[in-house]
């Protein structure tokens, strides 16, 4: 085990601890602080409803991400073909990006319903942006030099994109795209506590409107597990992928 | 320099019509006029070094032979004989840039058929004509490795592949082992004039190494300070093949003296603009 797993390790196992001496020894009531061991215990009680709940949180997540980073990329992409249609879309998109993510959720939710949708749209179109504005300027980071060498040996747009321009934006858009990983989820969740049929976000706010505190922190557990993991997963294949850096 | 140049055309049999002709050819940039009425040619088979002060325009004048970049309008500028514009030689001529531009994703193999590749080549065939290669680059059994886990002379030799394998009659080298130590150096100097021997192409050379341009060269190119024209094209009459002894005889030291007191010349008028 490594050095920094043993420390991240020791550093856990000390919030979880003065977390659960603090609630004990103080004898919190669970609307401020329950025990992280009952939490636990809570969550294991109410797994198979938990499971389902997290997989539909996550399943709209994923596809949101899916759709957002191709649809990110992609873009940028043509933009990066189009340079006059560069200075048209830009003001655009930084005004549409410019209002924060959860306000266009109440249209999103008119439009789209509150079923999966509405969700997998919201992900999408946050993830969508941070990983068309980190493709944009992975491109802009273009050597010109490289590209000069290319030219040389006869390459066209598309050979000198393919050959140069994407895969030297790869490191930026990979930073993009692990940012997004964590974002992917809160914006899930957030948008399903507006309105869902289902969902971590959904069961946050059942258990609110039930009083039910513990649940909520149940919920918040099972989502941090599967944020961080996700995060982990798309780290571990950047780390992979852009092994030149 | 025109009785230069005139000495060096009685030196070429009359038959060969210059590979590279170029003749009133400037290039500025703005404010700087980096290249100005510069003409040279080349011979088919030739090895012709450049040497000048920094900034007297050399990689300019590669990246217009390169067809990255027009000369001015008013220059000549001839290939095979026929006149044409710069851009009209992109993708004729084998290019390498001042620095390696390693890909730093693609393998040791795939850097060196990036030229290939371009052309449309099958990626198999290309690799495996690279890989029988490889030894002759001093690079057998690197084939796997990234561009970061090597050496500074194999990077430059990696470069030097791609180069011949993109197999244009006419090479540009700029400066293809400015960043070597003088060992690995005089290592590799013998060993490309093997590889030029071997697969008789035309070199345009760009070196700061007065040494290396000699001992390389059929004929060494003098440049101007900014703006830079050749000021001198001195022919090597030097036996070949080249042994490090030459370095020490008489006849070299001669051709030595020569180009020193040209580039110095050339040095003080650039250094005296610049004070
Ligand atoms: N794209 C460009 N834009 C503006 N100025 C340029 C450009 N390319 C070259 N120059 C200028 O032209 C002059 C000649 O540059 P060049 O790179 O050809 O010199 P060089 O002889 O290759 O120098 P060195 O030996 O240091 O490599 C320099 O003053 C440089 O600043
Ligand atoms: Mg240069």
Sequence with gaps: MSRATQRGLLGAVLLLGSWEALARGLALPAYTLP??????????????????????????ALLGYAIGCTAGITLATLLILLPPARRVVMPAMLAINAVPVAAWSPLVLLWLGIGMASKVAMVALAVGFTIFLSALAGFDRQDRRAADLLRSFGAGPIALLFRLRLPAALPLIAAGMRVATVRSLIVAIVTEMLGAQGGLGWIIYQAVVQIDFVQVWSAILVASVLSLSFFGLITWLEQRIIFWR | MSSALAETAAAMPASAPPLLEMSGIGKRFGAVQAVQNLALSVQPGEFVTLVGPSGCGKSTLFNMVAGLDEPDPGGILRFKGRGCHARELLGRVS???????????????????????????????????????????????????????????????????RTFL?????????????????????????WLLELWQHHRRTILFITHDVDEAIFLGDRVL?????????KLSLPVNLPRPRDPALLTSPEFTALKREVLDAIEEEAMKSFMASA
Excluded: C
């Excluded at chain 2, 430059?156 to 592949?161: F, G, S």
């Design chain 2, 95 to 161: 290019f390498m840039p001042q620095r390696d531009l390693l890909l730093p994703w693609r393998n040791v193999i795939d850097n060196a058929i990036l030229a290939q590749e371009i052309e449309g080549a099958n990626r198999r065939e290309a690799r495996a004509r690279a890989l029988a290669m490889l030894p002759e680059f001093g690079l057998a059994g690197f084939e796997k490795q990234y561009p970061h886990q090597l050496s500074g002379g194999m990077r430059q030799r990696v470069a030097l592949m």
């Design chain 1, 35 to 60: 025990a992280i061991s009952d939490i636990i215990l809570a969550t294991w009680q109410h797994r198979s409803l938990l499971a389902s709940a997290g997989w539909y949180t996550l399943a709209e």
């Design chain 2, 222 to 230: 003098v440049m101007t300070a900014r703006p830079g024209s050749v």
């Design chain 2, 166 to 190: 993109f197999e244009r009659e006419l090479l540009l080298l700029d400066e293809p082992f400015g960043a070597l130590d003088a060992l690995t150096r005089s290592m590799m100097q013998r």
